[in-house]
């Protein structure tokens, strides 16, 4: 997790030291200088910020094809190149980038980061290499550089490239720096996602192999079958097969499970005073269903729809590193919630000063998931932010929030659909429609 290590190394170093007390909400005025390569802190991300990218090494072939290729994606991003590191620092000097891409295979590459330390902390940095090379990675760990393929297309570059600009737009505000620099247990990948993720990948993958990886994590397979045979997901009999189980639902869905139930088992044995996971987890299949739904009604897309789905699935996970890194300050914020009848942001902002939903975006960036996923974990409680209009995961994710908190079992104190946001996104008469997806009545 690089990218986040960095951040959060950032953070600690700006940040007081670790208190009983809710760090304070962030000031208004006297507002710091903004680095090179950052937005104003607070700022929503912008897919049509200008950018200015130095390539350091690579194939020329390769390179004319991404440079061409972006050009055609992002006709407002500058291209530089640099043969060697040599040349790299002397070309940085020279003129204005926030966007280093380096070729993994350079012998020097680890004396350009140290290099350009300074410069590089406020900039985003990927690296072209063989991403599942374990010692590579382990080389490259603790640079803040992302691993992206040594063959990577302009769409990866471009998709990567945007999501560690969110994250660092995401972890602009003091309120947020102060929160990272106070977590001190974040959830790992889950290895079983990782080995399920390789094994669809390969040319003969298959999804037996897949059942045979899954029964042989007792805890997640039976996790996994208890979501399955649900009443979310309507089945007519039950399934007690995970093979069986992967072909139901299929490897995108599988794969989100994967990830939400290896986040719970991290945080299992977490103790924070007047939270429960249990309920977390409910509302998160919930979501992650009416989320599908509403994708799949919509567009009549399935990729979108997985998408979906996983985007619901996660959008709580935040709640989780909350409520297992700062029990106190998250048993406060429960205590303040129900006292005062609000929402769970609206007490978080109250005594954080941020929210789950950005926390949660910000380490499931470090994961690889895909920018539209995190933008609708980022901000299912404020779509508005966004400047995409037109439905996307995060209408249908926000949507689906709000469905789910409307049925018995939400909480007392609900958050309410954007309105505003429909309306100017053209979805304004979407609602009932959307409910109707999820098999609700209709509301006036």
Known sequence: MGLFDSLKKTAVSKAPPAATAPPEPPEAKNPAPVPRGQPAPGSAPSPSRPRHLLFVGGDELWLGQIERDLADLQANWKCARAADCAKAVETWAADSFDTLILDGKLADGAKLFQALEKELAHCICLVCCQTM??????????????????????????????????????????????????????????????????????????????????????????????????????????????????????????????????????????????????????????????????????????????????????????????????????????????????TAREAEMEILGASHAELGACLLATWGLPLPILEAIAWHHEPSRSEEKGFSLLAAVHAANIFAQESPAGEAARDTVDIMYLMQSGLGDCRNRWREFCGLEPQA
């Not at 999804?207 to 805890?219: A, F, K, Q």
């Not at 989320?291 to 996983?310: C, D, S, V, Y």
Request: with cysteine.
């Open 133 to 342: 090379d374990r010692a590579t990675a382990a080389a490259w760990k603790g640079t803040g550089a992302t691993l992206v393929p040594a063959d990577a297309d302009a769409a990866t570059l471009q998709s990567n490239i945007r999501r560690s600009a969110c994250v660092r737009d995401w972890l602009g505000s003091d309120a947020i720096r102060k929160l990272v620099s106070q977590i001190r247990k974040l959830p790992a990948q889950p290895k079983l996602h990782t080995e399920v993720t390789n094994e669809l990948r390969s040319e003969n993958g298959s999804m037996d192999v897949v059942g045979r990886l899954i029964s042989h994590e007792p805890v997640m397979s039976a996790k996994i079958l208890q979501v399955v045979n649900s009443a979310f997901f309507g089945l007519t009999r039950e399934i007690s097969d995970p093979t069986e189980c992967v072909m139901v639902l299929g490897a995108e869905r599988i794969k989100a499970l994967i990830l939400l139930a290896g986040v719970f088992s991290q945080y299992a044995a977490a103790k924070c005073p007047g939270f429960a996971p249990e309920p977390v987890w409910g509302h998160s299949i919930q979501v992650g269903a009416f989320a599908r739904a509403i994708a799949l009604g919509e567009t009549k897309n399935a990729r979108t729809a997985e998408a979906a789905f996983t985007a619901g699935l996660l959008h709580d996970i935040g709640k989780l590193i909350l409520a297992g890194n700062l029990p106190e300050m998250y048993d406060t914020v429960q205590k303040l919630k129900v006292s005062k009848n609000i």
